[in-house]
């Protein structure tokens, strides 16, 4: 079972919950992973639910490494 993700508007803060796009994409990010990770970065778009505020960003989901595996 996936879980929800919290993330945060970079423009206004806002607080956000989204949905991984699949089990193989499991951490979301506003900012692109660099390294660390395995396989590829899923992007996902995303306009800001703020009425306030309707930035449009992008997700980067992703499967990190283990922290055993980095070593």
């Known amino acids: ?14 607080i956000f919950e989204e949905m991984p ?14 390294k660390n990770i395995l396989g590829k970065v899923e992007e996902q778009n995303h306009i ?4 306030r505020c309707k930035q449009s960003m992008t997700i980067y989901w992703y499967m990190p490494l283990d922290y055993f595996v980095r070593m």
């Open 1 to 14: 079972m996936m879980n929800k993700t919290k993330l945060e508007c970079p423009k206004c803060h806002w």
């Open 21 to 34: 796009p699949d089990s193989e994409h499991i951490v979301g990010s506003i900012d692109k992973p660099q």
């Open 48 to 51: 800001c639910r703020n009425q």
